[in-house]
């Protein structure tokens, strides 16, 4: 009885869940900030009026041994809370809105983002874990278990893609422009140091944080696609304009899959740093026509 009710909830959830992921465009994408709070508020406020039309776990019946029983009393826990978990989500969102993401190499600029980005999975993790009392939000960076030649072959595929696709895009759409000329050591070190960090962050957030949150209201491959939507409005204010969402959307949707899959932080940041690592490549190369001869275009 407790899973019918369980899955009985997930439909009339996925509206307040899909206001708060459109607050990601409405941030990000159309930078409309106020449209992003409205949407917001709704989203959490839509949640709590779906919790409170649904009788808490604590107070339903089931039968054991043909008595009818509290949930209370045979131990089954309370469902996650919906409201509380779009909250974190919403918060992380907020902390990240506050700043521009173009990006920039200066010292000032590395500052608020390692600031924002870091407060955007610091803070959401601190609520879950201290205020609310949940272990929601989790970074499971070792399995135990051994990659095997699939993923090692998704590894070199990764590479091998974007080496043929990412240089086209960049190139020919322009959107490297989006990115500094980085035409000095010190630059392209910056460079590589933000790409790569930007990286992990994106797994930190999108999938240990909105991806696993999601996760614990809706089947996983609608956990994805609401998690994916917030994922590539990021990229979007990042730099990745243009027929990005292209590429961004399927990469986005294919980082939450293999973690489904792996359970692995360590596995889903190594494919992340790889794709970045020619990302930055593309970067130099674009900026400096010569000094990387490794590409086709």
Not at 200 to 207: G, H, P
């Amino acid at each position: 009885m407790i899973d019918a009710q369980r899955t009985s909830t997930t439909w009339p959830a996925v509206v307040p869940a899909l206001l708060v992921c459109l607050a990601a465009p409405a941030f990000f994408v159309a930078q409309i900030a106020w449209l992003g709070w409205v949407l917001i508020a709704l989203g959490v406020g839509a949640a709590w009026l779906v919790e409170r039309r649904l009788p808490s776990s604590t107070d339903q019946t089931v039968s054991v041994g043909g008595r009818r029983e509290s949930a209370r009393v045979i131990g089954v826990s309370r469902q996650p809370s919906l409201t509380r978990d779009l909250s974190l989500i919403a918060l992380g969102m907020l902390i990240v809105s506050v700043i521009p993401l173009a990006a920039e190499l200066d010292n000032l600029a590395m500052l608020r983002f390692t600031l924002a980005l870091g407060g955007a999975v610091v803070v959401p993790y601190v609520v879950s874990r201290f205020l609310f009392r949940d272990r929601a939000i989790s970074f499971p960076w070792r399995t135990g278990q051994r990659w095997g030649r699939l993923q090692w072959g998704w590894l070199v595929a990764v590479l091998v893609l974007g080496w043929l696709i990412l240089p086209f895009y960049f190139i020919t759409s322009g959107v490297y422009q989006n990115w500094p000329v980085v035409d000095s050591p010190d630059l392209i070190a910056r460079l590589f140091v933000g790409v790569g960090a930007v990286g992990i962050w994106d797994e930190l957030f999108f999938i240990c944080t909105v991806f696993a949150l999601l996760r614990r209201h809706f089947p996983d491959v609608l956990a994805n696609v609401l998690q994916a939507i917030v994922f590539v409005s990021f990229l979007w204010e990042l730099g990745y304009r243009e027929w990005g969402p292209l590429l961004t959307i399927p990469f986005a949707l294919l980082q939450g899959f293999i973690f489904v899959r792996t359970h692995s932080l360590a596995y889903v940041v190594t494919v992340h740093l790889l794709f970045d690592a020619v990302v930055f490549a593309v970067l130099v190369h674009a900026h400096n026509p010569g000094l990387l001869p490794i590409f086709l275009i």
